[in-house]
């Protein structure tokens, strides 16, 4: 099992931008995929971005493409969401997850959850 701890979410305006850190524990990562997935109040759970532990597979939300960047520090067990130019609209709670199954955006596919980080963007 891997553990998982979301930090740096806060408060900010629109066209800021903020960076989430996943620090993750455990077992070794190296078969795993690490994604972000967000949730809205009032809206489901929906995938923003993933990146493997081993050979480079990144992809994102066409939502975010353009504005978030995912990367992953190995020497410190670490997945980062960059997220620039925020928007009203990226306002939700941001959890990271890790599983297996590479090019998933299903979050069925993920078998460990942090507890999330609330980003909250004011226009």
């Known amino acids: 099992q891997v553990q998982l701890v979301e930090s740096g979410g806060g408060l900010v305006q629109a066209g800021d931008s903020l960076r989430l850190s996943c620090a993750a524990s455990?077992?070794?990562?190296?078969?795993?995929?690490v994604a972000w997935f967000r949730q809205a109040p009032g809206k489901e759970r929906e995938f923003v971005a993933a990146i493997s532990w081993g050979p480079s597979t990144i992809y994102y939300a066409d939502s975010v493409k353009a504005r978030f960047t995912i990367s992953r520090d190995n020497a410190k067990n670490t997945v980062y969401l960059q997220m620039n130019s925020l928007k009203p609209e990226d306002t939700a709670a941001y959890y990271c997850?890790?599983?297996?199954?590479?090019?998933?955006?299903?979050?069925?596919?993920?078998?460990?959850w942090g507890q999330g980080t609330q980003v909250t963007v004011s226009s």
């Open positions: 455990g077992r070794s990562f190296s078969a795993y995929i």
């Open positions: 997850a890790a599983g297996r199954k590479y090019t998933s955006r299903s979050e069925s596919d993920f078998g460990s």
